[in-house]
């Protein structure tokens, strides 16, 4: 989770993101910022997100979108 974090971070360090649940729903990422951290997750976790993932619960929380990495590792 914590790698997550510093990628989250690393867009924008302003954010709470341990405790923010609706970063989509209050316009907090935008869709560049979903495509940096789609990338960004298949660098670190070597996990791609398929476009049938990038859905606004997968992204409203930093919680949410560790749910979905550790999904997608486990169907690997």
Same mark, same amino acid.
């Given at each position: 989770m914590q790698e997550l974090?510093?990628?989250?971070r690393?867009?924008?360090p302003d954010v709470d993101?341990?405790?923010? +649940?609706?970063l989509?729903?209050? +316009?907090?990422?935008d869709s560049f910022d979903i495509i940096s951290?789609?990338?960004?997750?298949?660098?670190?976790?070597?996990v791609t997100i398929s476009a049938e993932y990038i859905k606004p619960e997968n992204f409203n929380s &930093?919680? &949410?979108?560790?749910?979905?990495?550790? +999904?997608?590792e486990d169907e690997e």
């Open positions: 974090l510093e990628i989250l690393g867009l924008h993101f341990e405790n923010c +649940k609706t989509i729903d209050d +316009k907090v990422l951290i789609v990338s960004e997750i298949y660098e670190e976790f070597d &930093a919680e &949410a979108l560790y749910s979905l990495i550790r +999904k997608l």
